[in-house]
Structure formats: C-alpha cells, structure tokens
C-alpha cells in the first residue's frame, strides 16, 4: 500500500493546535506584560489616607530605592500579603510606599490601623487616576522603582518569600550599585 | 395566531433589549450627544482590564468605570479619537484595544485564517483534481498463471 502524505494532515494539523495549545493555556491572561517598565513615574497627586501624615508624593521617590505597592481596604488578596510587607519595611529595611486604590481614606486608614502599617507614606488614589497612569490592573500589585524614579520591574498579585528572594531582592542589590 | 404572535414579539423584545445593553452609568455621560457617541464608539474598542472579555463600554467593573470616565476627560480635553486611544495603550500595551493591530507579534493572528483557507482551497484541488480510477481489464493469462501457482502450492502440502 502506497502511503500518501495527506492523510497525515489532518494529524499533523490537530498535533499542531495540541502543542500550541499546551503552551498557550499556561499563560496565566491576567498577568499582562507591563509596559511602563523603565519609565520615569508618572506625575500624580494624591489624596491623605493617614490624617496626621502628608499624602505619597512623587518627590519621595527621588534619591532611593523603593517599593510602591497598590492595595485597597476592598482587597483579600492584600490581606494575604501584608505580613510579607511588613516583614520587609521592618526587617528587611525596605522603603515602601502605600497607593490605597478605590477606597475612602476612613477604609484604608482603619485597615492600617488592623494590619499594620508599612508603608513610609500612604496616598489616596479615589477614582483610579494614578492607576490607570500605571497600567494597574488589580490590587496588589508592587512596583520596584529605582533612584531616578524609573518603574524597574513589576508584582503582579502578592509578594512571596519567592518573588522577594529570587526577583526582588537581587535586583534591589543590582539597583543600589548604580548611580 | 394571535397569541403566537404575542409570544413572538415578547421574544423579540426580550433578546432585542440585550443589543441595547451597556454599563454607561447616566451620570457618566457627557451633556454633547456627539461627544457622547464618540466616548460611546472609543470605549466599545477599549478592553477592560479586568474582564478581559469585555470592552469598557459593557464592562460593570469598577476599574472599566473609571476609564469611561477617563475616556470622556480626554475627549472634553480636545483629544481626537487616536489620541485618547494611544493614551491606553502607552499605559496597558497593544492588548487594551479589542481588535489588535497588526504588528509583528500579531502577525500570526492575523495571518492564519488566510492560511488555513488556503489550505482548504489547497485540500479541495487536490481531491477533485484525483481522476476517477479506471478498473484495468482482467488479464487473464497473469490470473491464469497465479491460480496455477496457488494450486501447486496446495497440491505440495
């Protein structure tokens, strides 16, 4: 029997689609490539969160290395990741700052108030201005922003002793040897 | 028949109102039906980030709301339809807008369904180009010499 090449199409084409889609269902669609990497920060305004403490401004992020983190009183997954960033602003010697995200500043100050706070200074970003401006597309997600206030890398979901460990930490040490 | 026809027309309307549906909150709107149309027509082309199978316009989320309302300050701001949308995509990539442009990333996207009709058109030549197979006549000496063989092969065991 003659064995006739195109009637492996059809198995061949279907093999195809398998790997393509073995390979494209692993993508989780939620953790988009963020575009603001090595940007300079946007410029914002934000409201108080903390009563007796002046709003996150982007003069602080000028001459330091630091941590913005987006979180919102509304965010369970928050909730899950502050013992991380509480560990970090602590003990680790992190500096992060607070985008308390669609939120009223008596929600996110009460839940400081309950976790904790890490955050060296916290602002109120109501109505998603600043969030949009940084590509956010849910809560939490942290941004590594370098001395010059350049967006370095990006958290998309909570901080892990895996992401800080393998990610975060080595590039904050990479970050701190440059000028 | 008249019932039928009541039954109809409730179906009709039913689905019909689904077309009309849309997140736009009225204090949203903008008091320039133009400008409306035009936040209206931007926003169905903008993905929300959050739903991701949605547009903003039809998106209930919170975030989708809030670049609505973004849209129509860009719009009220003097910016023209391309502006506003670059304006989303400097901030979220190529993936905020609902039909991709075609870049190299994207070229597969949009070249597969070219190829895949040519290989159907391909596929389709080739089956009707096969010629019907013509039965060849019985040579009847070649049968003749085969049956000889099968039977001496018999006769042996």
């Known amino acids: ?179 | 028949m008249k019932n039928q026809l009541t039954v109809i027309l409730a179906i009709l309307l039913f689905f019909g109102t689904a077309g009309f549906s849309f997140a736009v909150k009225p204090g949203e709107q903008l008091s320039d039906p133009k400008l409306e149309q035009r936040a209206r027509t931007i926003s169905k082309g903008l993905r929300c980030v959050v739903c991701q199978n949605q547009s903003i316009d039809d998106s209930d989320a919170e975030l989708a709301g809030d670049m609505r309302k973004l849209v129509r300050e860009r719009i009220l701001a003097g910016d023209s339809d391309q502006q506003v949308k670059d304006f989303m995509v400097e901030r979220y990539g190529n993936f905020v807008l609902m039909k991709p442009p075609l870049a190299v990333n994207t070229l597969g996207l949009w070249l597969s369904p070219v190829l895949f009709i040519l290989i159907g058109v391909g596929l389709f030549w080739h089956v009707s180009r096969r010629k019907p197979q013509t039965k060849k006549p019985i040579d009847t000496d070649e049968t003749e010499h085969r049956l000889e063989e099968v039977l001496n092969k018999m006769k042996k065991n």
């Open chain 1, 1 to 179: 029997m003659k064995i006739q090449p195109i009637k492996f199409l059809p198995v061949i084409i279907l093999l195809g689609i398998g790997i393509a889609f073995a390979f494209g269902l692993r993508n989780d669609p939620s953790k988009l490539a963020s575009t603001m990497i090595n940007k300079p920060w946007p410029d914002f305004t934000l409201e108080r969160v903390i009563a007796d403490q002046p709003a996150f401004s982007r003069e602080d992020l000028h001459g330091k290395i630091s941590l913005v983190n987006v979180f919102g009183s509304w965010c369970a997954a928050c909730v899950q990741e502050h013992p991380m960033l509480m560990r970090l602003a602590n003990r680790e010697g992190v500096i992060i700052y607070g985008i308390d995200w669609r939120d009223t500043a008596e929600a996110g100050s009460a839940w400081l108030e309950k976790y904790g706070n890490p955050y060296r200074k916290v602002g109120l970003d109501a109505n998603s201005r600043l969030a949009i401006d940084l590509g956010v597309t849910g809560a939490p997600e942290t941004f590594l922003v370098d001395k010059n206030a350049q967006i370095r890398f990006k958290v998309v979901g909570p901080i892990d002793e895996k992401i800080w460990t393998e990610q975060l930490k080595p590039m904050i040490q990479l970050l701190q040897n440059e000028t």
